[in-house]
Nanobody, 118 residues
Framework: QVQLVESGGGWVQPGGSLRLTCAASGTSASINVMAWYRQAPGKQRELVAGITSAGSTNYGDSVKGRFTISRDNAKNTVWLQMNSLKPEDTAVYYC????????????WGQGTQVTVSS
């Protein structure tokens, strides 16, 4: 079974930057899709960014041009570089993984809090 652990969250002023890290364990194979989601109080969980083992990426409309996702296939580690942060980015950020070939239909970490305020 695959486990995901997030780190790097914290408090930052508007316009600042943070870098989140997600490390997956429990498999030696490269996970096909790894992604970041976030959930703010009273809101639905939404996609922030996703990346495949081939390097294809996609981003939520609200973060395009500000956030960058990257990964290390050998280590099954994914990062989220967040720049030009806004108060609306405040949320709990979750790492997710999916690989149908590995029988991994969906796995989540426990989340890391990101707070953007002045």
């Amino acid at each position: 079974q695959v486990q995901l652990v997030e780190s790097g969250g914290g408090w930052v002023q508007p316009g600042g930057s943070l870098r989140l890290t997600c490390a997956a364990s429990g498999t030696s194979a490269s996970i096909n899709v790894m992604a970041w989601y976030r959930q703010a109080p009273g809101k639905q969980r939404e996609l922030v960014a996703g990346i495949t083992s081939a390097g294809s990426t996609n981003y939520g409309d609200s973060v395009k041009g500000r956030f960058t996702i990257s990964r290390d296939n050998a280590k099954n580690t994914v990062w989220l570089q967040m720049n030009s942060l806004k108060p609306e980015d405040t949320a709990v950020y979750y790492c997710g993984a999916r690989d149908y070939g590995l029988g991994l239909t969906g796995s989540w970490g426990q989340g890391t809090q990101v707070t953007v305020s002045s």
